[in-house]
């Protein structure tokens, strides 16, 4: 099952992360959570990773829609964007929200999905 929206990006990491925040804000998202993975695995683990941040992206307005319909859909909320160092280069990825149609067979759930998977693509070819 394909489960996200990813590519190659042209730019540095560090570059990259700023520029899906930006991309996330001009889309109507607010970035709730950073996890840093890099860091974490080295603190909790003791183990060296790649440069890896995990990004918790809401759109207020979708995420009270989907509420709305379906009080539990919290428990897929939010919508995770990723950003990771590759062999030569950076990838950029999001959540595909439609997966959730698969999970929960509300249609204004599906109509909350497409918009947030909308949103998402642009940002992602954005960046």
């Known amino acids: 099952m394909n489960?996200?929206?990813s590519r190659s990006v042209g730019l540095g990491y560090d570059q990259a992360v700023t520029k899906v925040t930006d991309e996330?804000?001009?889309?109507g998202f607010g970035?709730?959570?950073?996890?840093?993975v890099k860091e974490t695995m080295r603190q909790k683990l003791g183990v060296d990773f790649r440069r890896y941040v995990i990004l918790g992206a809401c759109n207020p307005p979708l995420a009270y829609r989907a509420l709305s319909a379906d009080e539990a859909i919290g428990l897929l909320l939010p919508c995770n964007v990723v950003v990771y160092e590759t062999g030569g280069g950076t990838t950029v990825a999001a959540f595909d929200p439609r997966v959730i149609s698969t999970l929960v067979d509300t249609p204004e759930l599906r109509v909350v999905a497409e918009e947030a998977?909308?949103?998402l693509e642009r940002v992602i070819a954005a960046v």
């Open 31 to 36: 970035v709730l959570t950073t996890i840093d």
């Open 117 to 119: 998977r909308a949103k």
């Open 3 to 5: 489960y996200g929206i």
């Open 24 to 27: 996330l804000k001009r889309e």
